[in-house]
């Protein structure tokens, strides 16, 4: 009787809020000329020529590009392989673990359930999640592994989740070694995996670790969009997959976008790769299993980390961004919560790099955009850890997207060049 209560509670909480029919209507992404757009068809040209060149100078074993403007998709084209020990070709619905891409869409997420009026971005992460409160920072870690923590001054919010501004680490790839080891002898999951584990079990063993600092006091790059996939869970009554699918990727028609991969689409999915003695090879098992998401136990849903997707699904995700929240005449965010979600979130605690911190996205102030191959003041943008980058720029309403999936590719210079290269195509 219990289950059955919470199953029709779950239903109509999601029929009560769902995503609503807009007064505006654009149109879903579609293939166009480029000069329909304001494009330059020779000068984009130029992308064909750097992304062959650096799979002739082996930088990359293949890539899929898209270019938008206008709502119209003007470049689209899949260079080199999939997997160069098999020969498989790359295409352009290729499917790519986009990995920290993922945040953007946990961002949005939380952000709609906010403005549901759920709850308050400084709220206590610990009012949702108890295992949270009384958080420490790491004073001393000892030769056995053990340490010594001082109490935080504050709390960690749902903002300083959403702003990497929690003092929350990133075990595997943390910069400061203290933290991968801390997180690694807790068992904390980094990035996903293919182990029969759940959100909630790593969540609140890691709720239990020191953090790097006081929350709101430094910028440090965090899993702190994984405890949010978990208050999504908590919040929405809804496992986060189904939440996703049922919110954001069936409105989008991001067919493609999932944490896990049903066996019909597994052959679409891209080879992540290392090179070898100057021979592309298949990157083994570390700290990850690089046949997610196709095996495994399939319960881990990673906020940070865990979807793939498609270049054109992500692009479609963006151009609801540069629609200020609306495609195809469903509204996921109103414009004035987009607007807010640009805005610098965290002051200057990334220092005076040419970019600050919003909501979801890293955002190009003024400097960023005189410094140039930035794209305009507001351009938003990210990357994944095996080597997508995305950019969107309001001002001119283009949108670029760059897929590979590749480790310790450190000659590929293709994501520079890329933001030139779009840039240098407008033509109007």
Known sequence: MKNLFFLLFSIYTLSSFAQTISIKKSPLLIEAPAKSAGMSAERLAKIDAMCKEAIEKNEIPGAVVLVARNGKIIFYKAFGMADNESGKELKR??????ASQTKAITSTAIMMLWEEGKFKLDDPISKYIPEFKNEQVLDTLYENGTYKTIPA?????????????????????????????????????????????????SIKKLAKLPLHHNPGEKFTYSEGLDVLGYFIEIVSGMPLDQFYKTRIFD?????????????????????????????????????????????????????????????????????????????NGIRLLSRTTVEFMMKNQIGNLRGDTGAYHGLAFEVIDEKGENMGSRNSKGTFGWGGYFNTQYFADPKENIIG????????????STGWKFRQLVGQSIDD
Do not use: C
């Not at 997207?401 to 590929?412: E, F, G, R, V, W």
């Open 251 to 327: 409105p989008l028609e991001m067919n493609d976008t999932r944490f896990y991969l049903p066996e019909s689409k597994h052959n679409r999915l891209v080879s992540i790769q290392k090179k070898e003695n100057g021979n592309w090879i298949k990157f083994p098992t570390t700290f990850y299993d690089p046949n997610y998401p196709v095996k495994g136990a399939q319960r881990f849903f990673s906020g940070g980390a865990g979807l793939s997707s498609t270049a054109k699904d992500y692009a479609t995700f963006l151009q609801m961004y540069l629609n200020n929240g609306e495609l």
């Open 93 to 98: 619905d290729a499917i790519f673990r986009i």
């Open 153 to 201: 001054k504050n709390p960690i919010t749902i903002r300083h989740l959403l702003t990497h501004t929690s003092g929350i680490g990133y075990g595997a790839i943390d910069s400061d070694n203290r933290f991968k080891r801390i997180y690694k002898n807790a068992g904390i999951t980094d990035l996903f995996t293919t182990e029969n584990i759940s959100i909630e079990e």
């Open 401 to 412: 997207i760059i897929m590979k999936q590749t480790q310790a590719a450190n000659t590929d």
